[in-house]
C-alpha cells in the first residue's frame, strides 16, 4: 500500500481546532462517522481474512491500529447488544460537552473512523423490537455488513442476556432476527455461531441450524466457530480451548451447502494456515487472538500473503507515528479521562512480538 493511501489522522491540536467552529457538529459526524450511505455500498476485496470480533479487544483503538497495518482485512467491532443500542439512543452520534472542544466529539458506541472500512457491526440480541430499533439506529453510521452473534458462551451473553450461543436452540428465532434485521438495513447479514452447545453438538443439529436459518431469512453467509460451547462448568477461557475443534464439521457444511459462503474460525493462528485451510476449499478464515498479540505477522502480511498484492512498504515505526497522531487525537475526548493512555496504548503493546528488546 502506497505510503499516500494510508490513513492519516489530524494532529491533536489540529484536531481540537477543527471543531471550534459554527458547523463542527457536522463536520465532526462526517470525519468520525461514516453517515454517507454510498460508504457501505463500495466494493471491498472478499472477506478473505477477517479478523475476530472480540470483547475488551477489537475496540476504536485496536481497529485503527489494524487498519494502518493492513488495508483489506475485514474488521468486526466487538459485541454490542440490541439493548445497548437501544439504551443509549438520546446519546448516539450527540456531541459531548467538554473542556477542550468547544463544540465535543461523537458517541463512543457506534462511532467509527471512515478509515476502517471494510467495517462490521457484530450484534447481539433476544428481542426483535430491540433488533430493528438497534438496526436502524445503526444505519446512519454506514457499517458495511451487520453480524449477529450466535456463538459467545460469556455468562454474560447467555445467561442476563439470554442471547449469544443459546441462540443455536432456537434457529426459528434467529431465522426471524435475521429477517428483522435485514428488513431495516441496505447492507449484508450475516451470522456468526459454533458447531452446538452443550450436548447438542452433532452434525445434523448443526445441519439443522444453518438450514432452518439460511431458508427462513436471508442470510447467506455465515461464520463457523469450530468448537461447541460448554455452558456450565467450565469458564470462558476454557471454552476456547477444552471442546475439541471439528474441522470436518466445516469442509462437511462446504459440501451440504454449496450455495451458501461459510468463513472459517478458530484453530488458525497464522497466514500459513489461513493460506492451507483456503487451498483446502474455505471461503475466508476469521483469526482471533492471533491479530492481537502478534499483529505484524499476521496483520502485516495479509495483502501480499492472502490477497497478492505487492508488499506495502509499511513499518512499524511509520506505524508507531501515524498511531500516535490518533492517540493524541483521542485521549480524553468522552470526558473523565475516558480514553485513557491505557485503553489507546493497548493495541500497540504486541506490535513488536518476539522482537529483541520489545518488552515494555
Known amino acids: 500500500m502506497a505510503s499516500s493511501n494510508r490513513p492519516k489522522f489530524l494532529s491533536s491540536q489540529v ?14 459526524k462526517i470525519r468520525c462517522l461514516s453517515t454517507a450511505p454510498s460508504m457501505a455500498v463500495q466494493e471491498y476485496r472478499p472477506p478473505h481474512f477477517s479478523v475476530a470480533p472480540m470483547m475488551d479487544w477489537t475496540t476504536n483503538h485496536y481497529r485503527t491500529l489494524a487498519r494502518l497495518i493492513s488495508k483489506h482485512a475485514w474488521l468486526y467491532t466487538e459485541i454490542i447488544a440490541a439493548e445497548t443500542i437501544v439504551y443509549q439512543e438520546g446519546n448516539l452520534m450527540m456531541l459531548i460537552n467538554y473542556p477542550n472542544f468547544v463544540d ?52 454474560k451473553v447467555v445467561g442476563h442476556g ?25 447492507v449484508p447479514v450475516t451470522v456468526k455461531c459454533g458447531i452446538g452447545v452443550d450436548d447438542h453438538d452433532s452434525y445434523n443439529e448443526l445441519l439443522d441450524f444453518i438450514y432452518k436459518v439460511s431458508s427462513s431469512s436471508p442470510v447467506k453467509h455465515f461464520i463457523i466457530h469450530l468448537r461447541k460451547a460448554l455452558l456450565n462448568g467450565i469458564s470462558l477461557a476454557e471454552n476456547r480451548s477444552i471442546p475439541p475443534l471439528k474441522y470436518e464439521y466445516y469442509y462437511g457444511l462446504l459440501r ?18 489461513v493460506n492451507a485451510a483456503r487451498s483446502a476449499g474455505a471461503h475466508g478464515v476469521m483469526l482471533g487472538r492471533a491479530t492481537f498479540y502478534n499483529p505484524w505477522q499476521t496483520l502485516g502480511l495479509v495483502e501480499s500473503l492472502v490477497y497478492g498484492d505487492a508488499p506495502s512498504g509499511i513499518t512499524r515505526r511509520k506505524v508507531l507515528e501515524e498511531f500516535q497522531v490518533y492517540g493524541d487525537s483521542v485521549l480524553g475526548i468522552h470526558g473523565n479521562n475516558r480514553p485513557n493512555i491505557r485503553d489507546v496504548f493497548k493495541p500497540v503493546l504486541n506490535l513488536f512480538h518476539s522482537k529483541p528488546g520489545n518488552a515494555i
Open 15 to 28: 484536531f481540537k481546532k477543527s471543531y471550534i467552529s459554527k458547523g463542527a457538529r457536522h463536520r465532526c
Open 104 to 155: 465535543g466529539l461523537p458517541d463512543r458506541f457506534l462511532g467509527f473512523s471512515p478509515e476502517q472500512h471494510p467495517i462490521v457491526l457484530h450484534i447481539g440480541g433476544s428481542n426483535l423490537e430491540n433488533i430493528a430499533k438497534a438496526t436502524k439506529l445503526a444505519n446512519a453510521y454506514g457499517y458495511d455488513e451487520i453480524n449477529f452473534n450466535c456463538g459467545c458462551p460469556s455468562p
Open 162 to 186: 439470554c442471547f449469544g450461543v443459546r441462540l443455536m436452540l432456537d434457529p426459528k428465532f434467529v431465522g426471524e432476527a435475521m429477517s428483522v434485521i435485514a428488513a431495516n438495513t441496505g
Open 256 to 273: 451440504d451447502f454449496p450455495d451458501l459462503k461459510f468463513i472459517v474460525n478458530e484453530g488458525i493462528n497464522t497466514i500459513e494456515e
